[in-house]
C-alpha cells in the first residue's frame, strides 16, 4: 500500500466552479489506501490522518434504507448485482428557511468512469464537496460554512445555488489497480472523515446511515453547516444535526498492512510473537516462540525474536514426504518416509515432498465387477469399465436399462392408452352467413343449399409410438329426414383456432383434401365411421370439415344431442399389450339379437398377370392397380369376398360393415385402402377363379377408404348392399399402384368379418 505522507492540514486554491465567489477550503489528506479487494476491484478501505479507516459500505447496515441493489432480490455480485455508487464515507446535513431549502453533502466514493453502468476496469475513487440552495434571492450572494471550509457561493437567475466540487478521480489503468489507485488523492476536500458524536454510532459504524446527529472531525472545527445570506436571519441560520453520516470502520491491525498509528503489523492478532494484537512491538524481554527448534527467546522490543538455546522438540519440517520431524541443531530434521502404497494396481505410487503421496495413473487392463461393461481398464486411478452393453430391445414398449449384478433389464413400459376425443362441433350454412349453429343437436352436410360441418378432436397418449387406426364415428339422428343417400366426405383442417360458439358460413377455415368417403346411404340412427388416420399423427388437436355432393342432406348427433354423440376409436401402435381392443362406438341402434349373423364365408384375389393361378388358399388378400411389365410381380389385383346373412326376419338392417384388418408384413400399407363394389354374380369358388374366370365388377363403388397402415383395422361400409337375409359378393379394386394387403380367412391374424346392426 502507498503510503500518502504526514497528516498536515493543507490550505490551497481549488478549481472554483461557477457561480462561486471564493472558496476558502480546510481538510486534512487522507493517508493511505489498502489493499485492492479482488471481489469487486476498488481499495478495501481508506484511512485518513487520525488513523480511521473506512470500508466499502456495501449493505443495507451502513448505507442505510437508500441502500439498493439493482436486483434487491439477488445476493451482491460484481458486476451482475453491484450498485454505481459505493460509498466509503458520507455526511448529509439539512436546513429550511421560510421558502429556501439548502442541503450539504461530502463524501469519498467509489464509482466509474462512464458514470452510468458497473464495468470490470472502470472503477475510479474521488471526493466530493456539495452545497444546493433552493429558492434563494437570485445573484445574491450567499456564504457558506461547513466542516471543510467556507464557500462563497452567488445564486443563478432563478435562485439557484448549485456548488460541486470533485477530486480528480483516480481510475483504473492498465498498469493494474494496485497501481492506479497508487495515486493519492492529496487534493479532496474530504479529510479526516465526519464521525457522529450524539447519538452515539452503531457498533461497527461511524454514524447512523438515518438519523439526527451531531458531528466531529472537521479540521477546521466547524462541525455545523451555516448560511448567511438573503432570506436567512441575521448573522446567518446554521445546524449541527446530520442527517446521514456513512461509514463502515475497517479493522486494519493484523492484515499484514503498516498502516497510520501502527509499529508493526505481522498478520496476525497473536500476542507472543513479539508484534502484539494491536499492533505494537511487545517489550524488550517478552518470552517469544518463533522458531519451534529454539527454546528461550525473547523480544528486541523492536519487532524481533531473539536469543534462546536449541532442543529436540517435535517439530514439522515441511517435506511431505517424512515423519516424526524433530528438531536438532535449531532446525527441523525429517525422519522416517511415510508409506504411499494404496493397495491400487491401478495407481503406480511415488512421494512429492510438497504435497505428500502420488499415485499415478496407469493403463493396465482389470475387471470393474460391473455386468454392464465390457473391456475394462484401468483409468483415473480406478478400473473403469469400457463400452457399455447395448440394452435396446428395438420396441418403445419396454424401458431398457442394465442391472450391474445381472446386466441387460428390459422393463414393460407403462405406456398410457391412447384417447381421442370430440371437444368441439357445429355446422356452418351458406344460406344462413352469419349465423352460428354451435348448440345445435344435429351437424349436417349438404350441397344445396351447401352444408358444413367442424369438428375438433383432442388425442393424447400416443407418443411416442405411432398412430395405427383413427375413426370419426359419428350416428345418424333419429329425426325423419335424417337419412340421406350419401354419408359425405371428410376433409383435414389445418387452420384449428375457430370456436365452436362463433364460427359461421363467413369465417369459417378452409378445408384440405379429401381423408375418406362415406358415398353409399346411411339410414336413421346408423352409425358412420370416417377414416381419419392419415390426418392424426399422434398426440395434439386436429380439425376436420364433413361434406357432401349430395343435394340430400344428411343430419348426423352432435355432442349436444342426449346420445349417439360423436367419438373417436383410436390405436396407437405398437400397442404393448396394455389397452387391448379399442371399445366400439356407442350408437342407439339395436345389437343384432340373438340369431342374428354375418359371416365372411369365401375370399380370394385374381392377378392379371398369373391369370390362370387360383389363390384361395393364401393367408392374405391383395389389391393392385399394378401393370403387367414384370409378369409375376406387378399385375393388377382384385379381392373378391362372398358374405352371407341370417336371422334378420322382417327387422332391417340399419348397419352393415365389412372390416378386414392390413396385414402385418412388408408393404402392407397403402395410399389408398381400395374402392368396394356389390357384385351381382356370387358363382364364383373360393378355390377356383382365377383372372381368367372372374366375375365382372358391375356394381358401384359403395365406399373408398384413405390410406391404411399395417395392423388398422380398415372399415368398408356396404349398408346399402344389403338389406336382410342372403348371401351377397362384393369386390375391392384401386386406382392406385400402392398395393393394399388384408389379412385372409387363411390368415393368422384378425380376419375378416361383417358386423351388423338391427332396428325393428
Known amino acids: 500500500m502507498r503510503r500518502w505522507g504526514s497528516a498536515l492540514l493543507l490550505a490551497f486554491v481549488l478549481s472554483i466552479p461557477a457561480g462561486t465567489v471564493r472558496a476558502q477550503p480546510c481538510f486534512t489528506p487522507l493517508v493511505g489506501f489498502g489493499p485492492?479487494?479482488?471481489?469487486?476491484?476498488?481499495?478495501?478501505?481508506?484511512?485518513?490522518?487520525?488513523?480511521?479507516?473506512?470500508?466499502?459500505?456495501?449493505?443495507?447496515?451502513?448505507?442505510?434504507?437508500?441502500?439498493?441493489?439493482?436486483?434487491?432480490?439477488?445476493?451482491?455480485?460484481?458486476?451482475?448485482?453491484?450498485?454505481?455508487?459505493?460509498?466509503?464515507?458520507?455526511?448529509?446535513?439539512?436546513?429550511?428557511?421560510?421558502?429556501?431549502?439548502?442541503?450539504?453533502?461530502?463524501?469519498?466514493?467509489?464509482?466509474?468512469?462512464?458514470?452510468?453502468?458497473?464495468?470490470?476496469?472502470?472503477?475510479?475513487?474521488?471526493?466530493?464537496?456539495?452545497?444546493?440552495?433552493?429558492?434563494?434571492?437570485?445573484?445574491?450572494?450567499?456564504?457558506?460554512?461547513?466542516?471543510?471550509?467556507?464557500?462563497?457561493?452567488?445564486?443563478?437567475?432563478?435562485?439557484?445555488?448549485?456548488?460541486?466540487q470533485d477530486s480528480p478521480r483516480v481510475p483504473v489503468s492498465a498498469a493494474g489497480p494496485n497501481l492506479a489507485f497508487s495515486q493519492s488523492i492529496v487534493s479532496g476536500r474530504v479529510g479526516p472523515f465526519l464521525t457522529a458524536v450524539a447519538p452515539p454510532a452503531p457498533a461497527g459504524l461511524v454514524g447512523n446511515p438515518a438519523a439526527n446527529q451531531t458531528i466531529t472531525g472537521s479540521p477546521c472545527a466547524t462541525n455545523i453547516f451555516r448560511i448567511v445570506g438573503p432570506g436567512f436571519p441575521p448573522g446567518g441560520q446554521q445546524t449541527d444535526q446530520f442527517s446521514t453520516i456513512i461509514g463502515k470502520i475497517a479493522h486494519?491491525?493484523?492484515?499484514?498492512?503498516?498502516?497510520?498509528?501502527?509499529?508493526?503489523?505481522?498478520?496476525?492478532?497473536?500476542?507472543?510473537?513479539?508484534?502484539?494484537?494491536?499492533?505494537?512491538?511487545?517489550?524488550?524481554?517478552?518470552?517469544?516462540?518463533?522458531?519451534?527448534?529454539?527454546?528461550?527467546?525473547?523480544?528486541?522490543?523492536?519487532?524481533?525474536?531473539?536469543?534462546?538455546?536449541?532442543?529436540?522438540?517435535?517439530?514439522?519440517?515441511?517435506?511431505?514426504?517424512?515423519?516424526?520431524?524433530?528438531?536438532?541443531?535449531?532446525?527441523?530434521?525429517?525422519?522416517?518416509?511415510?508409506?504411499?502404497?494404496?493397495?491400487?494396481?491401478?495407481?503406480?505410487?511415488?512421494?512429492?515432498?510438497?504435497?505428500?503421496?502420488?499415485?499415478?495413473?496407469?493403463?493396465?487392463?482389470?475387471?470393474?465387477?460391473?455386468?454392464?461393461?465390457?473391456?475394462?481398464?484401468?483409468?483415473?486411478?480406478?478400473?473403469?469399465?469400457?463400452?457399455?452393453?447395448?440394452?435396446?430391445?428395438?420396441?418403445?414398449?419396454?424401458?431398457?436399462?442394465?442391472?450391474?449384478?445381472?446386466?441387460?433389464?428390459?422393463?414393460?413400459?407403462?405406456?398410457?392408452?391412447?384417447?381421442?376425443?370430440?371437444?368441439?362441433?357445429?355446422?356452418?350454412?351458406?344460406?344462413?352467413?352469419?349465423?352460428?349453429?354451435?348448440?345445435?343437436?344435429?351437424?349436417?352436410?349438404?350441397?344445396?343449399?351447401?352444408?358444413?360441418?367442424?369438428?375438433?378432436?383432442?388425442?393424447?397418449?400416443?407418443?411416442?409410438?405411432?398412430?395405427?387406426?383413427?375413426?370419426?364415428?359419428?350416428?345418424?339422428?333419429?329425426?325423419?329426414?335424417?337419412?340421406?343417400?350419401?354419408?359425405?366426405?371428410?376433409?383435414?383442417?389445418?387452420?384449428?383456432?375457430?370456436?365452436?360458439?362463433?364460427?359461421?358460413w363467413n369465417n369459417q377455415p378452409v378445408m384440405g383434401p379429401v381423408l375418406s368417403t362415406v358415398g353409399g346411404p346411411v339410414a336413421l340412427n346408423q352409425g358412420v365411421d370416417f377414416d381419419i388416420r392419415s390426418a392424426v399423427q399422434g398426440d395434439g388437436v386436429y380439425c376436420f370439415a364433413i361434406d357432401s355432393t349430395s343435394t340430400d342432406n344428411v343430419n348426423y348427433n352432435s355432442r349436444e344431442a342426449t346420445s349417439g354423440k360423436p367419438s373417436v376409436a383410436i390405436v396407437a401402435a405398437p400397442d404393448c399389450g396394455t389397452c387391448g381392443a379399442v371399445p366400439p362406438t356407442t350408437t342407439t341402434t339395436l345389437p343384432p339379437p340373438p340369431g342374428v349373423v354375418g359371416s365372411v364365408v369365401a375370399d380370394t384375389y385374381v392377378q392379371s398377370d398369373l391369370a390362370t393361378t387360383n389363390f384361395g388358399t393364401k393367408p392374405q388378400i391383395f389389391v393392385d392397380n399394378g401393370t403387367a411389365t414384370n409378369p409375376g410381380t406387378t399385375g393388377v389385383q382384385h379381392t373378391f369376398l362372398r358374405v352371407t346373412v341370417s336371422g334378420v326376419g322382417i327387422k332391417h338392417v340399419s348397419s352393415a360393415h365389412l372390416q378386414l384388418q392390413v396385414a402385418s408384413v412388408t408393404n402392407s400399407g397403402s395410399v389408398t385402402g381400395g374402392s368396394i363394389h356389390v357384385i351381382s354374380n356370387c358363382t364364383w369358388g373360393e378355390t377356383t377363379v382365377t383372372w381368367n374366370t372372374q366375375p365382372a365388377v358391375d356394381g358401384p363403388a359403395l365406399a373408398t377408404l384413405g390410406a391404411v397402415a399395417a395392423g388398422q383395422i380398415a372399415d368398408f361400409d356396404v349398408t346399402s348392399a344389403i338389406p336382410g337375409d342372403g348371401t351377397y359378393c362384393f369386390a375391392i379394386d384401386t386406382t392406385s399402384t400402392d398395393s393394399a394387403i388384408y389379412n385372409s380367412r387363411e390368415g393368422t391374424g384378425t380376419r375378416p368379418a361383417l358386423a351388423l346392426q338391427v332396428i325393428p
Open 252 to 504: 486494519v491491525c493484523g492484515n499484514g498492512v503498516l498502516d497510520l498509528g501502527e509499529q508493526c503489523d505481522d498478520g496476525n492478532l497473536v500476542a507472543g510473537d513479539c508484534c502484539s494484537p494491536l499492533c505494537q512491538f511487545e517489550p524488550t524481554g517478552q518470552a517469544c516462540a518463533n522458531n519451534i527448534c529454539i527454546s528461550g527467546s525473547t523480544c528486541d522490543g523492536a519487532g524481533a525474536c531473539v536469543g534462546g538455546a536449541p532442543n529436540t522438540a517435535p517439530c514439522n519440517d515441511g517435506n511431505a514426504c517424512t515423519t516424526a520431524d524433530t528438531c536438532a541443531g535449531g532446525v527441523c530434521v525429517g525422519g522416517p518416509a511415510p508409506n504411499c502404497n494404496d493397495g491400487n494396481v491401478c495407481t503406480t505410487d511415488t512421494c512429492d515432498p510438497a504435497t505428500g503421496c502420488v499415485n499415478t495413473n496407469n493403463t493396465s487392463t482389470c475387471d470393474d465387477g460391473n455386468a454392464c461393461t465390457t473391456a475394462d481398464t484401468c483409468s483415473g486411478g480406478q478400473c473403469i469399465g469400457g463400452p457399455p452393453l447395448n440394452c435396446n430391445d428395438g420396441t418403445v414398449c419396454t424401458t431398457d436399462s442394465c442391472n450391474p449384478a445381472t446386466g441387460c433389464v428390459n422393463t414393460p413400459a407403462n405406456l398410457p392408452c391412447p384417447v381421442a376425443t370430440v371437444i368441439a362441433d357445429a355446422f356452418v350454412n351458406f344460406a344462413s352467413p352469419t349465423t352460428n349453429a354451435g348448440t345445435s343437436k344435429v351437424l349436417t352436410a349438404d350441397a344445396s343449399p351447401i352444408k358444413r360441418t367442424f369438428v375438433r378432436i383432442s388425442v393424447s397418449g400416443v407418443n411416442p409410438r405411432t398412430v395405427a387406426s383413427a375413426t370419426l364415428h359419428l350416428q345418424v339422428a333419429a329425426a325423419s329426414g335424417s337419412n340421406s343417400n350419401s354419408g359425405g366426405q371428410i376433409h383435414a383442417v389445418s387452420n384449428c383456432s375457430w370456436g365452436e360458439k362463433t364460427i359461421t
Open 36 to 164: 485492492i479487494d479482488p471481489a469487486d476491484g476498488f481499495p478495501l478501505y481508506y484511512q485518513d490522518s487520525t488513523g480511521l479507516a473506512l470500508a466499502e459500505c456495501l449493505d443495507a447496515v451502513c448505507g442505510g434504507v437508500g441502500f439498493v441493489l439493482p436486483n434487491p432480490n439477488l445476493p451482491l455480485s460484481f458486476p451482475d448485482n453491484f450498485p454505481v455508487e459505493v460509498f466509503y464515507s458520507r455526511a448529509i446535513s439539512k436546513m429550511t428557511v421560510g421558502t429556501i431549502s439548502a442541503t450539504y453533502v461530502a463524501a469519498l466514493e467509489g464509482s466509474f468512469a462512464n458514470g452510468s453502468v458497473v464495468l470490470a476496469g472502470d472503477q475510479v475513487v474521488f471526493t466530493r464537496v456539495r452545497v444546493r440552495i433552493l429558492g434563494a434571492a437570485p445573484g445574491a450572494t450567499y456564504t457558506v460554512t461547513h466542516p471543510y471550509g467556507v464557500e462563497v457561493l452567488q445564486a443563478d437567475t432563478l435562485g439557484t445555488v448549485n456548488f460541486t
